[in-house]
């Protein structure tokens, strides 16, 4: 395995770990570190350092954004479902495949914009 792979894993893995420790501790502060876009900035900084290419860089970014509307779907659905008094997982796995149908439905729109 090669050293930047690791070095990308424990990177990755230790931004996760500090948001979700975080949250624990402090619900407020953990919801900003969830919302800040983190693994996107992880994954543009090393498609940049891995192939320099601005081009693929500004791509990214736009089909980041192009992707996140769809998402809001999930952080409506969840706690609705949880307010409603629906079992934790069942919410859960309710948001995720309404969130996933959301992005199938507007996949055609997401193509367009390249």
Same mark, same amino acid.
């Given at each position: 395995?090669?050293?930047? *792979?690791? =070095?990308?894993? !424990? #990177?990755?893995?230790?931004?996760?770990?500090?948001?979700?420790?975080?949250?624990? +501790?402090? &619900? %407020?502060?953990?919801?900003?570190?969830?919302? *800040?876009? =983190?693994?996107? !900035? #992880?994954?543009?900084?090393?498609?940049?350092?891995?192939?320099?290419?601005?081009? +693929?860089? &500004? %791509?990214?970014?736009?089909s980041i954004l192009a992707y996140t509307?769809?998402?809001?779907?999930?952080?409506?659905?969840?706690?609705?479902?949880?307010?409603?008094?629906?079992?934790?997982?069942?919410?859960?796995?309710?948001?995720?495949?309404?969130?996933?149908?959301?992005?199938?439905?507007?996949?055609?729109?997401?193509d367009q914009i390249?």
């Amino acid at each position: 395995m090669n050293l930047s *792979l690791i =070095l990308k894993f !424990l #990177l990755s893995a230790f931004v996760i770990t500090a948001a979700s420790e975080i949250a624990k +501790r402090n &619900v %407020s502060l953990g919801a900003l570190l969830c919302a *800040l876009p =983190l693994t996107s !900035l #992880l994954v543009i900084i090393w498609t940049w350092v891995e192939t320099g290419d601005q081009a +693929r860089v &500004v %791509s990214l970014n736009w089909s980041i954004l192009a992707y996140t509307i769809p998402s809001f779907v999930f952080f409506i659905v969840f706690p609705l479902g949880l307010r409603l008094g629906l079992h934790f997982w069942f919410s859960l796995m309710g948001a995720s495949l309404l969130t996933a149908l959301t992005y199938r439905l507007v996949q055609p729109w997401l193509d367009q914009i390249g």
